[in-house]
């Protein structure tokens, strides 16, 4: 079984910054996308950010300049460091990964618990 342990969430303010991260632990045989993504009560989870394997990312138009993601492949780990937050960025934030999870190439979804970030104006 894999797990997606989430950590760094919390208060922060307006223009100041915050680090998440989020690391896979498991049989894991290797993980190929991660990401974070992010829900508001009453509204779909919405996507952050995602980075592959390589070093790729992508953004969403409203974090990007503001939010970095990167990862440590050794240790299975994603972060994301939020710079500048605004009041709208207040969410909870999910890690997402796919994961190999056996030999023969299966691939699997898995997601973190989420952690709250609250951000005040």
């Known amino acids: 079984q894999v797990q997606l342990v989430e950590s760094g969430g919390g208060l922060v303010q307006a223009g100041g910054s915050l680090r998440l991260s989020c690391a896979a632990s498991?049989?894991?045989?290797?993980?190929?996308?991660m990401g974070w993504y992010r829900q508001v009560p009453g509204k779909q989870r919405e996507l952050v950010t995602t980075?592959?394997?390589?070093?790729?990312?992508n953004y969403a138009d409203s974090v990007k300049g503001r939010f970095t993601i990167s990862r440590d492949n050794a240790k299975n780990t994603v972060y994301l460091q939020m710079n500048s937050p605004k009041p709208e960025d207040t969410a909870v934030y999910y890690c997402?990964?796919?994961?190999?999870?056996?030999?023969?190439?299966?691939?699997?979804?898995?997601w973190g618990q989420g952690t709250q970030v609250t951000v005040s104006s």
């Open positions: 997402n990964a796919e994961v190999l999870v056996s030999f023969r190439g299966t691939m699997r979804d898995y």
């Open positions: 980075i592959t394997t390589g070093g790729s990312t």
């Open positions: 498991g049989i894991i045989f290797g993980v190929n996308v």
